[in-house]
């Protein structure tokens, strides 16, 4: 159908409609969140913890670094994938697991359409990905992930085991919060995902069930850098 | 969507039935409610979200044509590609054609009652194309050749040893009915799928306009891996669907995830900006939206048109007693519950007008309705509809049209009133009918009904009694 003719029997229907409320709009928002860091992120760790991630706190990348390995060393092969180093938290962290004999998988996948199912198919085989955050939600214990360059999708997707690195300066307290400091989040890629615990169902016998298509381990290490 | 061969109240006998399933979907529907009751009461400004929800619904429909627009031109600019689709046929041919194009031979799809409702799945398997349903509930459906009974629960009347039932006749495994055990076997089963899909298919949560993204719900992270990993993305969208900014995105978001599991938000909340860019790691290479009509502008110009606002949470359906009873199955509508009641017949027509006289109207789906929707007053217009068109069945013309005659004449009326005070001193039993003659006979198996008084109204007024 063309889409001139389309809209036309939608503004047609909408000529005899008969919409309660479709005059009034509201301009009442909810009250600000003045909440100081701290709290936020004690809110954070909390929520996260209450939909099952596992969260570590890390005093500076150092630290951080050695919960990543503990993670890592945790599995039974030392495959990782993940975002490229300049889009995570902890400095060079490619090269400082490499020295410590962890294998990174590549994980650009190409557009050639045989290429493409190998690469995925290779992919699969690494059970722990690495990504940084772009923000997190309080209110919810969410993460916020975008698919910008050197931010591929599957190292959330993917992998068993997600490790999610989030520095305390990205925490913000609500949704509609980061959306209004953020508005260009929603523009800067092909994909924003918010994140809320690993992945699950309950649909059998409504029983909660972890780990069905997505992660079903979600460690989020947050780095203390409020002086970034 | 095809008639049935049953009539609802065949349905409803059969549903009625089956205990274990009857137990099943009880509880399921029970659990659901509560979760929503406590997520509900913990949300700091409860009913005001639900008032500003209510009123971006009303916006975005009240402007349609304007927002539509805005959205297609976003999801082009983004280089995406839009197919404007009357109905199902012209909808299915669409997809029909890029998937032969591209030489499609393998369909990942994520939950979508749209694509329920238009029988996408068995129009492109009569193109010998496969098509697997991922989530893990639509997954059994398919498997066991069923039919979705809830539209956030498709499982909701299986109970777990009916699932590994199916997952050992239908994938040969070993009976097992831990939950846990029957999610692994379906997550190693299904991954080979997403990696090789050519195509995913998925409805659309929301559509926003202002920035041309498309938004897919989901917690088990299908929708996302169909959504990532296959080189074409298909999103089939209600018309209905939008939402105009980023910011009321976020509102229905949390309203949706708390009214449908008692979450805070779902696992993913994925936004959708067109298809991969210049320099991403991964993602689709092309992304289409359907935006289907399929009947809907003609439920924009009617005046039942506030079903419209409905977002498919499936609030409705946990708190109705009438769901409860008989579940999702006897509805014989992708759409079951009061939303389904409401919107069934306006889709699918005539088949479908007895769904909203399997109401008593007691208003528990208004009460949950995360964007307040008068379910009881639609039901009550599309039943009054009905009758105004003549369409109501002949035994309830007869009785009206009797009913309406008598109570314009004064001496007929008393006249009935009088042999009904004379049938009630035969046969009722201490001022109770125990049974009912003919077909009300079912009415009173287990209840009594009260007899008339032995002194109308009137004749107390005309001669007010001497004791
Ligand atoms: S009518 Fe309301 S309660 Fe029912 S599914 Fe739609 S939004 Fe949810």
């Given at each position: 159908?063309?889409?001139?003719?389309?809209?036309?029997?939608?503004?047609?229907?909408?000529?005899?409609?008969?919409?309660?409320?479709?005059?009034?709009?509201?301009?009442?928002?909810?009250?600000?969140?003045?909440?100081?860091?701290?709290?936020?992120?004690?809110?954070?760790?909390?929520?996260?913890?209450?939909?099952?991630?596992?969260?570590?706190?890390?005093?500076?990348?150092?630290?951080?670094?050695?919960?990543?390995?503990?993670?890592?060393?945790?599995?039974?092969?030392?495959?990782?994938?993940?975002?490229?180093?300049?889009?995570?938290?902890?400095?060079?962290?490619?090269?400082?697991?490499?020295?410590?004999?962890?294998?990174?998988?590549?994980?650009?996948?190409?557009?050639?359409?045989?290429?493409?199912?190998?690469?995925?198919?290779?992919?699969?085989?690494?059970?722990?990905?690495?990504?940084?955050?772009?923000?997190?939600?309080?209110?919810?214990?969410?993460?916020?992930?975008?698919?910008?360059?050197?931010?591929?999708?599957?190292?959330?997707?993917?992998?068993?085991?997600?490790?999610?690195?989030?520095?305390?300066?990205?925490?913000?307290?609500?949704?509609?919060?980061?959306?209004?400091?953020?508005?260009?989040?929603?523009?800067?890629?092909?994909?924003?995902?918010?994140?809320?615990?690993?992945?699950?169902?309950?649909?059998?016998?409504?029983?909660?069930?972890?780990?069905?298509?997505?992660?079903?381990?979600?460690?989020?290490?947050?780095?203390?850098?409020?002086?970034? | 969507?095809?008639?049935?061969?049953?009539?609802?109240?065949?349905?409803?006998?059969?549903?009625?039935?089956?205990?274990?399933?009857?137990?099943?979907?009880?509880?399921?529907?029970?659990?659901?409610?509560?979760?929503?009751?406590?997520?509900?009461?913990?949300?700091?400004?409860?009913?005001?979200?639900?008032?500003?929800?209510?009123?971006?619904?009303?916006?975005?429909?009240?402007?349609?044509?304007?927002?539509?627009?805005?959205?297609?031109?976003?999801?082009?600019?983004?280089?995406?590609?839009?197919?404007?689709?009357?109905?199902?046929?012209?909808?299915?041919?669409?997809?029909?054609?890029?998937?032969?194009?591209?030489?499609?031979?393998?369909?990942?799809?994520?939950?979508?009652?749209?694509?329920?409702?238009?029988?996408?799945?068995?129009?492109?398997?009569?193109?010998?194309?496969?098509?697997?349903?991922?989530?893990?509930?639509?997954?059994?459906?398919?498997?066991?050749?069923?039919?979705?009974?809830?539209?956030?629960?498709?499982?909701?009347?299986?109970?777990?040893?009916?699932?590994?039932?199916?997952?050992?006749?239908?994938?040969?495994?070993?009976?097992?009915?831990?939950?846990?055990?029957?999610?692994?076997?379906?997550?190693?089963?299904?991954?080979?799928?997403?990696?090789?899909?050519?195509?995913?298919?998925?409805?659309?949560?929301?559509?926003?306009?202002?920035?041309?993204?498309?938004?897919?719900?989901?917690?088990?992270?299908?929708?996302?891996?169909?959504?990532?990993?296959?080189?074409?993305?298909?999103?089939?969208?209600?018309?209905?669907?939008?939402?105009?900014?980023?910011?009321?995105?976020?509102?229905?978001?949390?309203?949706?995830?708390?009214?449908?599991?008692?979450?805070?938000?779902?696992?993913?909340?994925?936004?959708?900006?067109?298809?991969?860019?210049?320099?991403?790691?991964?993602?689709?290479?092309?992304?289409?939206?359907?935006?289907?009509?399929?009947?809907?502008?003609?439920?924009?110009?009617?005046?039942?048109?506030?079903?419209?606002?409905?977002?498919?949470?499936?609030?409705?359906?946990?708190?109705?007693?009438?769901?409860?009873?008989?579940?999702?199955?006897?509805?014989?509508?992708?759409?079951?519950?009061?939303?389904?009641?409401v919107l069934s017949p306006l889709l699918f027509g005539e088949p479908w007008n007895p769904l909203p006289h399997a109401s008593s109207l007691c208003g528990a789906c208004k009460e949950v309705c995360p964007v307040d929707i008068d379910l009881p007053g639609l039901l009550l217009k599309s039943r009054s509809q009905q009758i105004l068109e003549g369409k109501s069945p002949l035994w309830m013309r007869l009785s009206q049209w009797i009913y309406a005659i008598t109570s314009c004449?004064?001496?007929?009326?008393?006249?009935?009133?009088?042999?009904?005070?004379?049938?009630?001193?035969?046969?009722?039993?201490?001022?109770?009918?125990?049974?009912?003659?003919?077909?009300?006979?079912?009415?009173?198996?287990?209840?009594?009904?009260?007899?008339?008084?032995?002194?109308?109204?009137?004749?107390?007024?005309?001669?007010?009694?001497?004791?």
């Open positions: 159908m063309k889409r001139a003719h389309f809209l036309q029997k939608v503004s047609s229907a909408i000529g005899n409609r008969t919409l309660p409320e479709q005059d009034e709009t509201s301009t009442r928002q909810n009250a600000p969140s003045t909440a100081d860091l701290q709290t936020l992120i004690n809110k954070f760790i909390e929520e996260a913890n209450a939909v099952k991630a596992e969260t570590h706190i890390a005093s500076d990348d150092d630290v951080a670094l050695e919960t990543v390995k503990q993670l890592l060393n945790n599995q039974t092969n030392n495959k990782y994938m993940s975002w490229n180093d300049s889009c995570l938290p902890i400095k060079n962290l490619g090269q400082r697991l490499d020295s410590a004999d962890y294998l990174r998988y590549q994980s650009i996948v190409p557009r050639d359409t045989t290429e493409r199912t190998r690469a995925h198919i290779k992919l699969a085989e690494v059970s722990v990905g690495i990504t940084g955050c772009n923000a997190a939600l309080a209110d919810t214990g969410s993460i916020v992930l975008e698919s910008k360059p050197g931010q591929g999708r599957l190292s959330s997707l993917l992998p068993a085991i997600h490790i999610a690195l989030l520095t305390t300066d990205q925490i913000y307290p609500t949704m509609e919060n980061y959306i209004k400091s953020q508005p260009e989040a929603g523009y800067n890629s092909s994909n924003l995902i918010v994140i809320t615990g690993p992945s699950r169902t309950a649909d059998i016998t409504q029983t909660l069930t972890l780990g069905v298509h997505g992660p079903g381990k979600l460690h989020i290490i947050i780095i203390d850098k409020v002086d970034r | 969507m095809a008639v049935t061969e049953l009539s609802f109240y065949d349905r409803i006998s059969d549903a009625l039935a089956k205990p274990e399933g009857q137990l099943a979907i009880a509880a399921g529907a029970r659990a659901k409610y509560d979760n929503r009751a406590r997520a509900m009461s913990e949300f700091p400004n409860m009913e005001f979200t639900r008032d500003r929800a209510r009123r971006i619904r009303a916006q975005t429909l009240s402007q349609l044509d304007k927002f539509l627009a805005e959205f297609a031109d976003n999801v082009e600019a983004l280089g995406g590609h839009i197919f404007w689709a009357k109905d199902a046929q012209e909808c299915n041919q669409y997809i029909n054609e890029i998937a032969r194009a591209k030489n499609v031979q393998l369909v990942a799809k994520a939950k979508s009652m749209l694509t329920e409702e238009i029988f996408l799945n068995k129009s492109l398997e009569d193109s010998g194309i496969d098509v697997v349903e991922t989530d893990l509930g639509e997954f059994i459906v398919q498997l066991n050749n069923d039919k979705p009974s809830h539209i956030i629960a498709p499982i909701l009347h299986m109970t777990r040893e009916d699932v590994g039932n199916v997952f050992k006749e239908k994938l040969n495994v070993p009976f097992s009915d831990d939950p846990a055990t029957l999610n692994a076997i379906a997550r190693a089963h299904m991954r080979e799928i997403f990696l090789k899909a050519d195509m995913g298919i998925s409805g659309v949560n929301f559509g926003v306009s202002e920035s041309g993204a498309i938004c897919l719900v989901t917690n088990e992270g299908n929708g996302r891996l169909i959504s990532t990993a296959p080189r074409i993305h298909v999103a089939v969208m209600g018309m209905e669907r939008l939402v105009p900014t980023l910011a009321d995105l976020s509102i229905m978001l949390q309203l949706l995830a708390r009214s449908a599991t008692g979450q805070k938000l779902s696992v993913y909340s994925n936004i959708l900006c067109g298809p991969r860019r210049k320099n991403e790691y991964d993602g689709p290479e092309e992304l289409h939206i359907v935006i289907l009509d399929n009947g809907r502008s003609k439920i924009l110009g009617s005046t039942l048109s506030e079903i419209l606002y409905c977002i498919r949470c499936g609030a409705c359906l946990n708190a109705c007693p009438v769901f409860h009873s008989i579940g999702g199955h006897a509805y014989g509508s992708v759409y079951p519950g009061p939303v389904g009641s004449n004064p001496i007929l009326f008393r006249l009935a009133l009088r042999s009904g005070q004379v049938v009630s001193r035969i046969l009722a039993n201490d001022g109770w009918f125990t049974t009912l003659p003919g077909p009300l006979q079912g009415w009173s198996i287990h209840r009594d009904f009260p007899a008339l008084a032995k002194k109308s109204f009137r004749q107390l007024w005309d001669k007010p009694s001497q004791d």
